[in-house]
């Protein structure tokens, strides 16, 4: 099963070609890609190698983490699955707001005290 590796840290410089031969000493690599800005198609410092093998990944992990690459030390870890992110939401019930206080989340004005 393959293993999606998240590599933060690229000098931004680095293509997709380089980090693929650069993790291919680990181990066959399915894919690589340097993630770029999409205004400017400049490197944004990340990106992500997807390894053959489960094996193939922890050997990158162990072998290539807070190593020099390109004039940089790499961060490398398994990625979290996709939509696992910063996405927010999800954990509150349905129908709640998010927010607190007296000015039920929207803040700005004054603030007022109760009138119980």
């Known amino acids: 099963m393959a293993t999606k590796l998240f590599v933060g840290g690229l000098s931004y410089s680095t ?4 980090l693929r031969e650069y993790f291919a000493q680990c181990g066959t690599v399915e894919s690589a890609t340097v993630i770029t800005d999409r205004a400017t198609g400049q490197s944004r410092g990340f990106g992500f190698v997807e ?3 489960e094996a193939d990944g ?3 992990i162990s072998k290539l983490n807070d190593k020099p690459f390109e004039g940089r030390r790499l961060t490398v870890n398994v990625a979290n699955p996709q939509g696992a ?3 927010g939401g ?3 019930p349905a129908g709640s707001r998010s927010g607190g206080g007296f ?3 929207y803040g700005g004005g004054p603030r ?3 009138r119980w």
């Not at 293509?15 to 380089?18: A, G, H, R, V």
């Open 15 to 18: 293509t997709s070609e380089s």
């Open 51 to 53: 390894m053959a093998t």
């Open 58 to 60: 922890q050997a990158a």
């Open 85 to 87: 992110g910063r996405s």
């Open 90 to 92: 999800g954990s509150r």
């Open 103 to 105: 000015g039920g989340g």
């Open 112 to 114: 007022r005290t109760p």
